[in-house]
């Protein structure tokens, strides 16, 4: 017998349980989202893309998806992003870098950031995979 799934905290937080601090709650989900959109750019991420995957899906409110040109480069934007989340003091729910595998997710609940290395964002097509999401500018 299996045990049952727990909701996670989006789950809770869209069937109107209080959210934890974890989610970032609307206005304060898209402000991370455009500081780190900056952020992105300023640290010349490339092919920088930001989908409203809100009504697609209750995974997340955002992605942001960018290409990367080394381990180095994306270690320092991990670095960056944590800095600026944890200045507007919002919680993670955690990052994901598994090292060699050339893709690293910082995921802030609401926003979810993506970073490949060009061959793995090739492979992966997340933007086609989410092809139904509306595209940010």
């Known amino acids: 017998m299996s ?3 727990k909701r996670t ?6 069937a109107g349980a209080e959210a934890p601090a ?16 900056r952020l ?6 490339e ?6 995957v809100s009504g697609v899906t209750d995974l997340a409110d955002e ?5 990367v040109a080394s ?7 991990v670095e960056a992003c944590e800095k600026e989340r944890k200045a507007r003091r919002l919680a993670s729910i955690g990052v994901d870098a598994q090292p060699g595998s050339g893709w690293v997710v910082l995921d802030y609940g609401d926003l ?13 097509g997340l933007e086609h995979l989410w092809a139904d999401a509306r595209r940010l500018e």
């Open 112 to 124: 979810v950031v993506h970073l490949f290395l060009p061959e793995q964002r090739a492979y992966y």
């Open 40 to 45: 992105l750019h300023a640290m010349r991420a």
């Open 22 to 37: 974890a989610v970032a709650p609307g206005s304060r989900a898209r402000d991370l989202a455009d500081a780190v959109a």
């Open 63 to 67: 992605f942001l998806i960018a290409t």
């Open 71 to 77: 381990t180095r480069q994306s270690a320092a934007i």
């Open 3 to 5: 045990t049952p799934r």
């Open 9 to 14: 905290a989006r789950a809770k937080a869209r």
């Open 47 to 52: 092919e920088v893309v930001r989908l409203d």
